[in-house]
């Protein structure tokens, strides 16, 4: 029996799970009334964004899609483009839409299930998150599968895929970013600080608007981002593995990124178990134990799939470099955002003194927090270049020689870092699950033990966030370097020569790309925050009996402030991001958009990290003063702490977030038009 079997069987296995969890999830009560209506008001508003956002991005990808099929290269390959891109974009906002269903259905639920303890509201949470993340996982190995097959083993023709998934997940993260963190940073400032009323206090005009930004920034946003990381790493890998399939003739250079997504589909359902069973006095604990059981099961079984498809061990020691590499990024992750290491709780400790220290110590953790990733995934790089560079089976092939054998190696240990893609994807999607059964609680008046214990389980949700966003980005950074071969090998470039002056300038509208993205998607977030504290102080200040408790907010003002704008701020950078590498392709050549791809990486992943992990930093101090630190909630220094959180959320869950994103854009788009901007180079030479 072949080895593909590995991939129907783990995509009708993965399919059967995601079903029985939503069977689950759907038969669970929601306790009280008022926690039904909070529910439905999160839901109907999660749903009004979704659909207003998603016709803003459909008129873009149908341009776009109409722009490749009518592009000419000489080999007709854009018709082939223009459908994969499509079918990359539509997958990509289905991802989407399924994380905020799910993340949606369960917060009640997970809210009622509470009242019974930690152990069920986080077990039904984490079922939650694992059905998003399987979701994802699965219908990217289904999509390039797929089209893999249907073009004629051509994966060159699918890049369009990548792309398609690329653009519609930065319009998704931007839009769900700016949305998210506007709401929370209103309901905040004006909440916490200006009237002194508890986080999600259901008097606050914004709390709706925050919980809705949850599901629609970290579930739908996040999803349609991972599926898009997921799907142009793959097929990065797959294009970089036609090369030597040529000269081996072994198909399996090829397929290797499908039976390994197949593989860690397996070892994620096998590791859910582990999960179930393990202990919460430490509610990270299950969490860890899935990700280590998890890792260490993809560890055995892919030792036996590189044996079967290459007899090489060296190319398998380049895989498990990858997966050694994603536990790496796991421990650097938890040390910088937990409360129970010394980053957060200096931050907390600043929070003490004055929130102007509060910010100068939570950018400090931030702009720290980038060397040890850094090391870990250059060390890695090296490491995973060596084993290829020293194959038996490559290095020794005069036709591929150490130098391809080395990046092959690379290619292989991205694929090992992306093995616990699944498990890392459930703990994402445990994040907003729980985020919001926290605000269902303070909202419905859930009791002050159920508050505490959901409080318990949101830090935990603020950790695994970042976990995920620390993951994303190293796999980011290796996989931007398969993706920048293979352009090279579409444009038919060896070398990018920076000693050339046009050279030199792509290399520094590149390094700039990252910053100047990250100012408009910001500023998106100041621009909606900024309507919304003030509709917050208009109700507050009109609204007779509100701050008694004796009337209602109203709620759908913010819901739609927040729609409006985020929709609106979304576009400047989602533009840039697209126009600038386009330009650059046609004005400098294709040689100064390598150097643009290199930039924009170098610049773009230390950006990022700073402010993924700083920002989780921020929160965890507020979140670790509130568990009765330094004078606990109300005191000086929560205050403190809230205001650096605000600082902290649009780096955290926009800019951050959407960063990674854009740098695999970047990548996936310069494979799609490279060929156009060779030919027009060569035409105008």
Known sequence: MDILILIPT???????????VAWNISRQPIETDRMKEIYEAIRIGSKAYIRRQYST???VIIILAAVFYCSIDGVGRFPYVALSFTIGAVCSLICGYLGMDFATRANARTTTLARKGVRKALLFAFDGGMAIGLCVVCLSLLAVTVLYYAYGFKPSLIVGLGFGASLAALFAQLGGGIYTKAADVGADLVGKIEAGI??????????????VGDNVGDAAGREADLFESHTGENIGSMIVGVSIFMITKNVYFVLFPLVGTAVAILATLLSIPVVKLSGVKDPIAPLRNGLV???ALSAIALYFVVMYMFKDIHLYYAVLTGIATSVVMYLITEYYTSGKHRPVQDVAQASTINPALTVISGLSVGLECTALPIIAISAAFLIAFYFGFTSPTLASNP???????????????????????????????FGPIVDNAGGISEMSGCGE??????????????TTKALTKGYAIGSAALSAFLLFRAYLEVVGINIVDISKPVILVGAFIGAMLPFVFSAYAIKGVKAAAFEIVNEVRRQFKTIPGLMEGTAKPDYSTCVDIGTKISLREMMPPSILAVVVPVATGFILGPEAVGALLIAATMTGIPLAMMMNTGGAAFDNAKKYIEEGHFGGKKSPAHAAAV????VGDPLKDTAGP???????????????????????YLIHL
Do not use: Q, W
């Open 10 to 20: 783990a995509l009708l296995a993965a399919f059967c799970y995601i079903a029985y």
């Open 57 to 59: 991005i459909s008129i």
């Open 198 to 211: 508890p986080e999600d206090d259901p008097r606050n005009p914004a709390v709706i608007a925050d919980n």
């Open 293 to 295: 059981t998890v890792s």
């Open 399 to 429: 036709l591929i020689g150490p130098y391809v054998a080395g990046i092959y190696g690379t290619v292989i240990a991205t694929r090992g870092i992306l093995s616990a893609c699944g498990m890392v994807l459930a703990l994402d999607g």
């Open 449 to 462: 033990e159920i508050r505490n214990s959901i409080d318990t389980l949101d830090s935990v949700g603020n």
């Open 643 to 646: 205001i650096g959180d605000t």
């Open 658 to 680: 959407s960063l990674h994103v854009l740098i695999k854009m970047l990548n996936t788009l310069t494979l799609v038009f490279g060929p156009l901007f060779l030919a027009y």
